[in-house]
């Protein structure tokens, strides 16, 4: 019962953070929807780690791996984001479409 | 060394090679390595040809290819035939190549002319050492390659092109008969080879009606490449080759391929009486259909054209009326004096540079070479007794009067006055009369002359092998011993002599001492006249009907080509090109749709895997 509750709040944060990441066209709102849909995962894994069918240590471990990981990421997606404004004065996601057929 | 008889062909073959190898190295050198291959190939054939006439047929086959139960062969055969074939072939093609070292001489592709030539020899003594139809077939093909490439020698004339292309074509046509009639054989006798098909006609495996359907198809390809009527058309138009490849393809080698075709196939001509009889009225009507053209042209080479299909409808007529050794006979004596005729024909164009006889006159003195042995050619032809004509003719009229039916017997004659006719006509037009602005007219060189004195002293020569009188060496040899002298009445040979003479005498009236008008026949029956000079307008028929046909079916082909086979094509590669735009298009460069579209793909996977769970696959 209570796992399912973890799950469902997770999975609404992910949804929320898909949402955003699909639709929104500042970059900074995507970069933050990301940065939900890691932490909606991470809510899994220590839910999982507390009630799941083998409760150990790792689903903890593997959950501040990914923080960690999703922290340099923030940090590289803000420079990316923060070079692209430069040269292009926008932070639209919908105008960095250069790369296409 | 009839075992070796097979490096015949070698020699030509060998020269082929290295000259399209080296030619353009070698250039006026090239004609020395074409006259020393056939040289060689002439003295081997001699060799050959002088072991068989002590010997006895040699045969030889080697295994080719296996298809299931049946084995194909190639091989030689040195039958008397075709030793005799090699030889002669052998001997004009040699004298052919001495003779273009003058003629061809300072041409651009005068090794390119070499190698054709070489080609060409190669290919015709290949075909007379043939053991079975096959590689008669493949031979005969390259016969007409051959003749394709030299006729069309001066493929920068509009008229050789066409030429060319007109004599591959209607020889093609006859060889589709040749290929039928082949095939059809086959299948009743499971073999190509001669020998098989003769026994199958005699122990009955081959029934009546099926050998006269075959042999008759088989003569439609020897129609094709003996000029006979009515596939002949195109050997009057081939004379836009050189002149010596009209001596070597038009007198003596290729044409002569068609009657040899027969001769070699005679047993089985003889096994059908409406064969025999088809071959002698094809024979019999184009000699004198051929002789009445010839009467009116203007071309030199025309004239000696129309004479060859002419003389060749003679020999057809022999082999109908059953006389297999006066068709030989008469092939060897014709390819001596006709193929003199053609070089000094050549010797005459290179003279005065045009080939219009009414342009010509009073080159007697000016060619003291090249007249008197036109003359020979011309007498030889003509049948005047003592010349070989006249023996080979004769033999010739004697089996059409024992075997043959009366109409063709009096053709015959009525041919022999003409042939004699428009011969002397051309003698008188050319070398008498008023010199017309020819001034600097000489006679050719040494190597152009030489081989016209020895075809000059065949033409005479080479009658004396089967006379009334000295007995019939040739037939006795050809036969094996079975042959017998026809006893033809004495007064064929008297009315032969009195026909050809007349024929000189009316040439002598109206050409040489005019005192008759030359316009007698033109004045007095235009329409006649007309009918002549448009070739009875057989060629406008052609064109009419068979031309035009076919060109009106390629057009229609080419329109279903055009927009059905095409436009299938386009809506295919259309298809194609319009979904690869399509996927194109998507490539947008928004992330955010790609993404959106993989949610969608995972989305669409989970749902597969909930459902099945997880056993789809």
């Known amino acids: ?101 | 060394m009839m075992n070796l008889a097979w490096v015949v062909p070698l020699f030509p073959l060998g020269s082929f090679i290295l000259l399209l190898l080296f030619g353009r190295r070698w250039k006026q050198r090239s004609a020395y390595v074409g006259i020393a291959a056939t040289l060689l190939s002439l003295l081997w054939a001699l060799v050959v040809l002088v072991d068989r006439l002590g010997g006895s047929t040699y045969e030889a086959n080697w295994t080719w290819m296996t298809i299931g139960g049946v084995t194909l062969t190639v091989g030689i055969s040195v039958t008397a035939l075709n030793a005799w074939m090699l030889a002669l072939v052998a001997l004009v093609s040699w004298l052919v190549h001495v003779y273009s070292q003058g003629y061809m001489a300072g041409d651009e592709r005068f090794s390119t002319f070499y190698a054709y030539l070489g080609l060409f020899t190669f290919a015709m003594l290949g075909l007379v050492l043939s053991p079975n139809l096959l590689q008669a077939y493949i031979f005969w093909e390259l016969v007409g390659l051959g003749s394709f490439l030299l006729i069309g020698f001066y493929f920068y004339k509009e008229e050789a092109k066409a030429a060319a292309k007109k004599a591959f074509i209607m020889t093609r046509i006859g060889d589709v008969g040749f290929l039928i009639g082949m095939m059809l054989l086959f299948w009743q006798t499971h073999s190509f080879d001669y020998d098989d098909i003769f026994r199958a006609v005699g122990d009955g495996t081959l029934s009546p009606g099926m050998t006269t359907l075959a042999v008759i198809l088989i003569f439609i390809g020897a129609i094709g490449k003996s000029g006979q009527f009515p596939l002949h058309t195109w050997l009057p138009d081939a004379m836009e080759g050189p002149t010596p490849v009209s001596a070597l393809i038009h007198a003596a080698t290729m044409v002569a391929a068609g009657v040899y075709l027969v001769a070699a196939l005679f047993p089985l001509y003889e096994a059908s009486h409406t064969a025999m009889m088809t071959v002698a009225t094809i024979g019999g009507v184009t000699a004198i259909f051929a002789a009445t053209i010839g009467l009116v042209q203007t071309d030199i080479k025309r004239v000696l054209a129309y004479s060859t299909i002419s003389q060749l409808g003679y020999m057809m007529l022999a082999l109908g009326a059953g006389s297999y050794v006066a068709a030989i006979f008469h092939l060897t004596t014709h390819a001596f004096f006709k193929a003199l005729l053609f070089l000094a024909a050549g010797s005459v164009i290179h003279a005065v540079r045009t080939q219009n006889i009414e342009e010509m006159g009073g080159l007697w003195r000016r060619l003291p070479w090249t007249a008197p042995l036109f003359l020979i050619g011309a007498l030889s032809i003509s049948g005047v007794p003592l010349f070989a004509g006249f023996f080979s003719k004769d033999e010739i009229l004697a089996a059409a009067w024992t075997n043959g039916p009366r109409l063709l017997f009096w053709l015959a004659v009525a041919a022999a006055l003409l042939t004699s006719f428009y011969m002397f006509r051309l003698f008188f037009l050319v070398f008498s009369g008023k010199a017309r602005h020819h001034e600097d007219a000489h006679e050719a060189s040494a190597s152009m002359v030489a081989p016209m004195f020895v075809l000059g002293v065949l033409s005479i020569a080479s009658g004396y092998m089967q006379t009334p009188w000295f007995g019939s060496f040739l037939g006795e040899w050809l036969t094996d011993g079975a042959y017998r002298h026809e006893a033809a009445p004495g007064w064929i040979a008297v009315l032969a002599t009195i026909v050809s003479f007349a024929g000189i005498f009316l040439a002598w009236l109206m050409y040489g001492a005019q005192k008759m008008p030359r316009d007698w026949l033109s004045a007095r029956v235009p329409y006649v006249d007309e009918l002549l000079r448009r070739h009875y307008y057989i060629d406008d028929i052609y064109r009419l009907t068979v031309v035009s046909l076919v060109s009106w079916i390629s057009r229609l082909l080419a329109y279903v080509d055009r927009f059905l086979v095409e436009g299938l094509a386009r809506l295919a590669a259309g298809i194609v090109g319009a979904a690869a735009s399509a996927g194109s298009r998507g490539q947008n460069g928004q992330a955010q749709t790609y993404g959106a579209v993989t949610v969608a793909g995972l989305a669409i996977l989970v749902v597969i895997f909930a459902l099945t769970g997880g056993y789809w696959l």
């Open chain 1, 1 to 101: 019962m209570t796992l399912s509750a973890y799950l469902a709040l997770a999975l609404i944060l992910f949804c929320i953070g898909l949402y955003g990441a699909l639709t929104k066209r500042n970059t900074v709102i995507v970069l933050i929807c990301i940065e939900l849909m890691l932490n909606a995962v991470n809510i899994n894994f220590v839910a999982f780690a507390k009630y799941g069918a083998h409760p150990s240590v790792h689903g903890h471990v593997f959950a501040l791996f990914a923080i960690a990981v999703a922290a340099a990421e923030a940090a590289v997606g803000l420079a990316a984001l923060i070079a692209f404004y430069r040269s292009r004065k926008t932070v639209h996601v919908d105008e960095a479409n250069s790369l296409k057929h």
